[in-house]
């Protein structure tokens, strides 16, 4: 019997900056702790700051959570969407 995924859609919150929380995450490219690169039901999204830290990450919900000095959420190309990689089943 093989087990359904369970995709949320794309959504977005910001709480006072410094905590940010996403869902319809579906791969994630590129971190460290001044930018993260990842791709979304609604295609690429990058999150620029200081001392950013990825604290969850769920493969089966394509959610995440992500703390730090948030300074921007830039969204680019709404067709790239990306497939789950290996670094994103890391933060399992």
Do not use: C
């Not at 995924?5 to 590129?30: A, C, F, P």
């Amino acid at each position: 019997m093989q087990e359904k995924i369970t995709r949320q859609e794309h959504s977005l919150i910001l709480e006072g900056r410094k905590k940010l929380s996403l869902s319809g995450v579906t791969d994630v490219d590129s971190f460290d702790e001044k930018v993260i690169n990842l791709y979304t039901e609604m295609g690429e999204l990058t999150i620029k700051g200081r001392e950013l830290h990825i604290d969850a990450v769920s493969v089966e919900t394509g959610n995440m959570s992500i703390t730090g000095d948030i300074w921007a959420v830039i969204y680019g190309d709404k067709d790239r969407k990306g497939p789950l990689s290996a670094l994103g089943k890391l933060f399992r």
